[in-house]
């Protein structure tokens, strides 16, 4: 299994529902990311996961709630959101943090959120 | 700080031309590494390539082919003979090297219309 997997494809809310996004590897990677990407923008850096704990967290607000339970799985929990935070949420996975090698990214397809 | 510049922003061709997109850079590190990534309609981010700053070598894979010039700090990317399936955003991105968890400065991305 060469994949990063996301669910679900398509997400639709209200500003006060809560719903998670999910996202599963079964490569082994030990390091796991998540994006926003908006249209017609590059992918942004939300999060990073080295070895189920939280490594990089690029300024998100807190209505932006990551979760590793575990090496091969991926959550980032939403409340409140706003209008503006519709867009493609990317989850990405990479090898392993700790081999002093450079480690390459694989992406999965994307949640697309749009807030109402 | 770490920069990268896609000046293309969308390009067409007629299919069975050959296009290059272009990538500038800008980074103090002396060690790094650069990426190309293609994302088609359905949204994930495809791996095409990546290149360290040690290895200024010409890669050629197929129709694709990367030319990395150091000394006036590019990393362009051909497409030969292109085919409509070739249709996609295209980005470059840098990273910094180290800590297992790389984090990627993408450029803003070149559209790329393959017109039959």
């Known amino acids: 299994d060469t994949e990063v997997t996301q669910t679900p494809k398509h997400l639709v809310m209200g500003m006060t529902n809560k719903k998670s996004l999910k996202c599963e590897q079964h490569?082994?990677?030990?390091?796991m990311y998540w994006y926003k990407q908006k249209a017609k923008k590059p992918p942004e850096l939300m999060f990073v996961?080295?070895?189920?704990?939280?490594?990089i967290n690029e300024s998100v607000p807190s209505r932006f709630s990551p979760e590793c339970p575990n090496s091969s799985l991926l959550n980032l929990h939403l409340h409140a959101l706003q209008p503006e935070d519709s867009a493609l949420y990317l989850c990405?996975?990479?090898?392993?943090?700790?081999?002093?090698?450079?480690?390459?990214?694989?992406f999965g397809p994307g949640t697309r959120l749009t807030v109402l | 700080a770490q920069k990268v510049t896609q000046a293309q922003t969308e390009i067409s061709v007629v299919e069975k031309e050959d296009v290059t997109l272009d990538c500038v850079y800008e980074?103090?590190?002396?060690?790094?590494?650069l990426f190309w990534y293609k994302q088609p309609p359905s949204g994930e981010l495809v791996f095409l390539i990546r290149?360290?700053?040690?290895?200024?070598q010409n890669e050629i894979s197929g129709r694709y082919s990367w030319n990395f010039q150091k000394s006036t700090s590019s990393f362009n990317f051909t497409i030969t003979a292109s085919q409509v399936v070739d249709s996609a955003v295209y980005f470059c991105?840098?990273?910094?090297?180290?800590?297992?968890?790389?984090?990627?400065?993408f450029g803003t991305g070149t559209r790329l219309t393959i017109i039959p």
């Open positions: 990405a996975s990479s090898q392993d943090p700790a081999s002093g090698r450079f480690n390459e990214q694989f």
């Open positions: 490569m082994g990677h030990r390091a």
């Open positions: 996961y080295s070895y189920e704990k939280l490594s």
């Open positions: 980074t103090r590190d002396t060690t790094y590494y």
């Open positions: 290149r360290n700053s040690f290895d200024e």
């Open positions: 991105a840098l990273s910094e090297v180290g800590f297992g968890n790389e984090k990627l400065t």
